[in-house]
C-alpha cells in the first residue's frame, strides 16, 4: 500500500520561502505521477506542481499559472521523495498542502483531484503579509 507522508510547512512573512516534502513509501513502479494540491479554507483544492519521472530522470513538470517561476517540484532519492520548493510566498499561497501520487500516468490531467488515487494528510503553509 503506498503511503505518501508530507513535512515542511509551518509560518512564513511573504517574500519567504518553504520547501516542503513528499516522502513516498510503498510504491514499486518504475514510473512516478506525483502532484501537489492546496486547499485555502472555504475553497476548492487546487493543483498546484505536479511531475511525472522515469525512475531517477525527470520526464515532465507542471505548473499552475500562479506559482511559475517562483514553486518548483523535484523529485529525490530515485522516487522515495518529492519535493516542492515555494519561493517568493504571497499571503494567497496560505493553505494545507497535499501531496498525491496518480497511479494512472495523469491519464486524467495532471491538476484534477479526482485522477489522484493515494494522498498525503498535508502539511500547514501560512503566510503574512
Known amino acids: 500500500q503506498v503511503q505518501l507522508v508530507e513535512s515542511g510547512g509551518g509560518s512564513v512573512q511573504a517574500g519567504g520561502s518553504l520547501r516542503l516534502s513528499c516522502i513516498v513509501s510503498?510504491?514499486?513502479?518504475?514510473?512516478?505521477?506525483m502532484g501537489w494540491f492546496r486547499q485555502a479554507p472555504g475553497k476548492e483544492r487546487e493543483g498546484v506542481a505536479a511531475?511525472?519521472?522515469?525512475?531517477?530522470?525527470?520526464?515532465?513538470?507542471f505548473y499552475t499559472d500562479s506559482v511559475k517561476g517562483r514553486f518548483t517540484i523535484s523529485q529525490a532519492n530515485a522516487k522515495s521523495a518529492v519535493h516542492l520548493q515555494m519561493n517568493s510566498l504571497q499571503p494567497e499561497d496560505t493553505a494545507m498542502y497535499y501531496c498525491?501520487?496518480?497511479?494512472?500516468?495523469?491519464?486524467?490531467?495532471?491538476?484534477?483531484?479526482?485522477?489522484?488515487?493515494?494522498w498525503g494528510q498535508g502539511t500547514q503553509v501560512t503566510v503574512s503579509s
Open positions: 498525491a501520487a496518480d497511479f494512472s500516468g495523469f491519464a486524467d490531467g495532471w491538476s484534477r483531484v479526482s485522477g489522484y488515487q493515494s
Open positions: 510503498g510504491y514499486t513502479g518504475s514510473n512516478n505521477f
Open positions: 511531475i511525472a519521472t522515469d525512475g531517477a530522470r525527470t520526464v515532465s513538470t
